[in-house]
T-cell receptor, first 115, second 112 residues
């Protein structure tokens, strides 16, 4: 069975500091990994994905994530946080090469960036 | 603008009533999904459809049914609503060639 763990319910950082939102996963076979962001009263917006290739993936709004197969992790990072980055972040996984397989989500991490 | 449209955006429903949440996409995606979002639980898959004419059960299917008569529409029906079905419901879709899913804006349902 596939699963995703986001060990931190909330992450607090000061504006301008680097941020990391942690994600670990469990899946049989190779994973496809995703990060989504949700602003209040909105749907989920796709940020970035890892399918294959370079372990460091760059996405929208300056975010990046590093795939680490040995640690089964896919942590979201940004070098310099903005107050506007404050939102709810979800990590998700699906099994590779299975068309239409649904994404399985973690419980989410609330990022709070203070000015 | 291409995307996913959900209706209604919000609804207060009496327990025991039947309700259908509508979802339409214009991206010609093969696969569609229904998730519910609850505080502290993240998003949980209710039902999915890999292609028109087929559906499958997700993690929390009890009390819900779906149909996929065509590519664009994927309605979710609560046959007899209960208060535990109070949640925010998201419809999503994905194409065969892309791994990520695209989400609608959600339906906030309150069952009283």
């Amino acid at each position: 069975a596939q699963s995703v763990a986001q060990p931190e319910d909330q992450v607090n950082v000061a504006e301008g500091n680097p941020l990391t939102v942690k994600c670990t996963y469990s899946v049989s076979g190779n994973p496809y990994l995703f990060w989504y962001v949700q602003y209040p009263n909105r749907g989920l917006q796709f940020l970035l994905k890892y399918i294959t290739g370079d372990n460091l993936v760059k996405g929208s709004y300056g975010f990046e994530a590093e795939f680490n197969k040995s640690q089964t992790s896919f942590h979201l990072k940004k070098p310099s946080a903005l107050v506007s980055d404050s939102a709810l972040y979800f990590c998700a996984v699906r099994r590779a090469n299975q068309a239409g397989t649904a994404l399985i989500f973690g419980k989410g991490t609330t990022l709070s960036v203070s000015s | 603008i291409a995307g996913i449209t959900q209706a209604p955006t919000s609804q207060i429903l009496a327990a025991g009533r039947r309700m259908t949440l509508r979802c339409t996409q214009d991206m010609r995606h093969n696969a569609m999904y229904w998730y519910r979002q609850d505080l502290g639980l993240g998003l949980r898959l209710i039902h999915y459809s890999n292609t028109a004419g087929t559906t499958g059960k997700g993690e929390v299917p009890d009390g819900y049914s779906v149909s996929r008569a065509n590519t664009d529409d994927f309605p979710l029906t609560l046959a007899s609503a209960v208060p535990s079905q109070t949640s925010v419901y998201f419809c999503a879709s994905s194409s065969q060639g892309r791994a990520e899913a695209f989400f609608g804006q959600g339906t906030r349902l309150t069952v009283v």
